[in-house]
């Protein structure tokens, strides 16, 4: 019988890579060794071939090799600096993880003071906005605000920056609420100064319980940092050429508007809005299939089989909306999804899963996509201050051939 594996010599030649972005392409779940008790690894030529036909047909890969010590997405979950994402969001506050991103520990517990100065600003700078524009779109105009007022956003040693980020960091989650939310206790800590009060208050009205800001802060840690996503690498990028953290930022939450980031929480949002009774679920998930969309919220390419993330913010939904009517509308999809044997949900089914349970106005999970993905942008702009390096990738011309001088 034919054997039907390859090498990794001969798997990298069949897709015309090298060997290590062929165990890239292992680490990040795109393919999976087949092995064997006293035998090297060996590949499926039937994977091989299906991955290879979707980088003809679909979105080609390509790898960019950077170093980082930030964060690894791994088969059995993901890790920021070594710590397991998944225990953070459960015993950890954002600020907490935000500190570990960006400077290797844990700081010591304590609210960020949100600078009212800026947060006017950040807010002020809204005014012109529609009343209907959505809170990612408000969040790019607060954080180009908030750059133009800070005159010394141009140091760039580590631990300035970190003073920066949670300037910015909170004047963003400040400006988006009409007024300070009341205390409530979370954990070691009060919802007056977090950067989850904060946001809560700029997301909906309704008043927040200890277990609604609980899944809230979860979610800010869990969407914290994702390795090299696309608004990651594109806000690296600029904090390669030295642009101030500012920058940094709005590139990121620019980038962040693309239908492979944040927006795919918006669509399952919508999606799961539509199902206002368990029996429609069917109906909902049947359109997207009518039309030839994809189901928003569920598969990732990184985590073939489940995101980890989506597991835990979903508990921490559950656990704090148990028996609210939006919750039986999110339960209702996952039946269905599962009857029907669609892939896994990632974390935007789980993030607008939040929204709809909480109540938050359209959009909102896109805004606390984007103000929990600071943390990461800002770690990742540490990173290159301090290395030097620019990042500069080398297009392979394939355009008119150019003629030889006579």
């Not at 609420?177 to 007056?192: D, I, K, N, W």
Request: glycine fraction near 8%.
């Amino acid at each position: 019988m034919q054997d039907s594996t390859l090498s990794a010599s001969e798997a990298a030649e069949l897709l015309g890579v090298k060997p290590a972005t062929l165990y890239a392409y292992v680490s990040r779940g795109l393919l999976h060794r087949v092995r064997a008790p006293g035998r090297p690894s060996r590949f499926s030529l039937a994977d091989l071939e299906a991955l290879k036909a979707r980088s003809r047909a679909g979105r080609r890969v390509l790898e960019l090799p950077v170093e980082s010590a930030l964060t690894s997405v791994r088969e059995d979950g993901l890790y920021y600096r070594g710590e397991d994402v998944a225990l953070l969001a459960t015993t950890r506050a954002f600020e907490e993880v935000a500190g570990l991103l960006w400077t290797g520990a844990f700081p010591d517990l304590e609210s960020w003071p949100v600078d009212t100065a800026a947060a006017k600003v950040a807010g002020d700078a809204q005014r012109a906005l529609p009343d209907d524009a959505l809170p990612l779109d408000r969040l790019r105009v607060a954080a180009a605000a908030l750059a133009a007022a800070d005159p010394l956003r141009f140091q760039t040693d580590a631990e300035a920056v970190a003073v920066t980020g949670r300037r910015l960091v909170g004047a963003l989650a400040a400006s988006l609420a009409a007024s300070e939310p009341a205390p409530l206790a979370v954990r070691s800590q009060t919802l007056r100064g977090s950067v989850a009060g904060w946001l809560w208050g700029g997301l909906t009205p309704l008043p927040a319980s200890d277990g609604a800001v609980e899944a809230l802060n979860t979610a800010l840690v869990l969407l914290a940092d994702h390795e090299l996503s696309i608004s990651t690498l594109a806000a690296r990028m600029a904090a390669s050429i030295a642009a101030d953290p500012y920058s940094v930022v709005c590139v990121g939450l620019s980038a962040l508007g693309g239908a492979m980031q944040a927006v795919a929480a918006l669509a399952a949002e919508d999606m799961l809005r539509e199902v206002v009774r368990p029996d429609l679920a069917s109906r909902a998930v049947g359109e997207r299939l009518r039309r030839g969309d994809r189901v928003p919220g569920f598969g990732h390419r990184l985590h073939p089989e489940g995101d980890p993330r989506a597991a835990v913010l979903l508990g921490a939904v559950r656990d704090a909306f148990s028996g609210e009517p939006g919750l039986s509308g999110v339960e209702a999809v996952l039946a269905v999804s599962a009857e029907r044997g669609l892939p896994p949900p990632n974390v935007d089914f789980a993030l607008a899963a939040l929204a709809v349970a909480a109540g938050w106005r359209r959009g909102a999970g896109e805004a606390v996509f984007g103000i929990a993905r600071c943390a990461g942008w800002i770690a990742h702009a540490i990173e290159e201050y301090g290395a030097r390096t620019e990042l500069r990738p080398r297009p392979v011309y394939v355009g008119i051939p150019i003629a030889p001088e006579r």
